[in-house]
């Protein structure tokens, strides 16, 4: 049961323009979500997060946008340039002491900056 | 301030074989996660430690087990291995409930 869906496995955008990158939740006790950019063979470098209470969280050329009724999310990057080339991962915890820290991933999306 | 660290970078062992990861979190950090990333299934979440007590498990086999010293540094012990614990082994660190630092991972390579 895969509980944060990224259905684009992979996304090219050329150089100076916006990439859209999509992220599906389907369990309602999520209340904090982040996304994570990876290089092969690195751990994942935490991007920008977003709360259960806001709709909106921007960080520079990030953005991300959080659809509670929808139960998606999406990170803006604008503009997009070469070295934004990764792998960009979704995650979503439900946040209580009970729960602790455990992050469920998304599949990932491939990211490709053409210059 | 010094990152997560991983040791080993990188391990090659055989069938049958057990094996031993380390992890030492940011410096006030008192939770320690586990994942292991496969081309298959992604990333997967295998356990938390948090003040020397296990928090939080995965759904993974007994044959995965974990500890926290007095000092937060984690290690993961993976019992008779097999071809399929192939994988790139990732620990994060937080200090309480948010805040994920990952370390650059041990990629494990079984034979």
């Known amino acids: 049961d895969q509980q944060v869906k990224q259905n684009s496995p992979s996304l090219s955008v050329q150089e100076g323009r916006i990439s859209i990158l999509n992220c599906d939740y389907t369990?309602?006790?999520?209340?904090?979500f982040l996304w994570y950019k990876k290089y092969p063979a690195e751990g994942p470098t935490f991007l920008i997060s977003?709360?259960?209470?806001?709709d909106k969280n921007e960080d520079g050329r990030f953005t991300v946008f959080l659809n509670k009724s929808a139960k998606h999310l999406s990170l803006h990057i604008v503009p997009s340039q070469p070295g934004d080339s990764a792998v960009y991962f979704c995650?979503?915890?439900?946040?209580?002491?009970?729960?602790?820290?455990?992050?469920?991933f998304g599949g990932g999306t491939r990211v490709l900056v053409k210059p | 301030k010094a990152g997560v660290t991983q040791t080993p970078r990188y391990l090659i062992k055989t069938r049958g074989q057990q094996v031993t990861l380390s992890c030492s979190p940011i410096?006030?950090?008192?939770?320690v996660s586990w994942y292991q990333q496969t081309p298959g299934q992604g990333l997967q979440f295998l356990f938390e430690?948090?003040?020397?007590?296990?928090?939080n498990k995965g759904n993974f086999p007994g044959r995965f087990s974990g500890r926290q010293f007095s000092n937060s540094r984690s290690e993961m012990n993976v019992s008779t291995l097999e071809l399929g614990d192939s994988a790139l082994y990732l620990c994060?660190?937080?200090?309480?409930?948010?805040?994920?630092?990952f370390g650059s991972g041990t990629r494990l390579t079984v034979v």
């Open positions: 369990n309602s006790m999520f209340d904090y």
């Open positions: 977003i709360s259960s209470i806001k």
């Open positions: 410096s006030g950090h008192r939770s």
């Open positions: 995650a979503a915890s439900a946040r209580s002491k009970a729960a602790g820290n455990k992050l469920t």
């Open positions: 430690y948090f003040s020397e007590t296990q928090r």
């Open positions: 994060a660190s937080s200090p309480e409930n948010y805040g994920y630092t």
